[in-house]
Nanobody, 124 residues
């Protein structure tokens, strides 16, 4: 199993930046894809960005493409989400997720392990 802990959320003004981190522990020696999803009250959790085990494959939601960058540091077992040019509509609880295997799908239903979430609030 993999345990995930997010950090880095907070309050920022529109146009600002934040960097989220997700540190994995447990069975991290196996290949696994990781991703970021977000959720606002009353709505379904939605895909933000995913990254392959090798880091060579990434995918982004259209709403964040060009503003957010996903990356991972293998030495630290940590995944990051650099968020720039933030907008009020980016306000949500952000969750990191992981799944064993070589693929990095967009569907949240394909991910087996989840962090507790970190709140990101963007003020206008």
């Amino acid at each position: 199993q993999v345990q995930l802990v997010e950090s880095g959320g907070g309050l920022v003004q529109a146009g600002g930046s934040l960097r989220l981190s997700c540190t994995a522990s447990g069975r991290t020696y196996s290949a696994y894809g990781m991703g970021w999803f977000r959720q606002v009250p009353g709505k379904e959790r939605e895909f933000v960005a995913v990254i392959s085990w090798s880091g060579g494959g990434t995918d982004y939601a259209d709403s964040v493409k060009g503003r957010f960058t996903i990356s991972r540091d293998y030495a630290k077992n940590t995944m990051y989400l650099q968020m720039n040019s933030l907008k009020p509509e980016d306000t949500a609880v952000y969750y990191c997720a992981a799944r064993y295997g070589s693929s990095w799908p967009r569907s949240k239903n394909e991910y087996d392990y989840w962090g507790q979430g970190t709140q990101v609030t963007v003020s206008s």
